[in-house]
């Protein structure tokens, strides 16, 4: 279970980077104002943290699972 968790959570955190990397080059392009840009990373956190808790919160459930 800890495996599988640790893959999700690494995935989810590449996943971030992409989209952060993204937003980064709009920005660079005139695409999307600056101050979008750190508004969108803040959400862009706000979901990555989300998605942590969840994970851990699966995990935490499967486990007991397991142990019963």
Same mark, same amino acid.
């Given at each position: 279970v800890s495996a599988k968790l640790e893959e999700a959570r690494i995935s989810m #955190?590449?996943?971030r980077d992409k989209v952060w990397k993204d937003?980064?080059?709009?920005e660079r392009n005139g695409e999307i104002p600056e101050?979008?840009?750190f508004r969108f990373k803040d959400e862009?956190?706000?979901i990555a943290d989300k998605i942590s808790a969840d994970l851990e919160e699966m995990s935490k #459930?499967?486990?007991q699972?397991?142990?019963?």
């Open positions: #955190r590449q996943e937003i980064q080059e709009g101050d979008f840009k862009l956190q706000k #459930r499967k486990e699972e397991i142990m019963s």
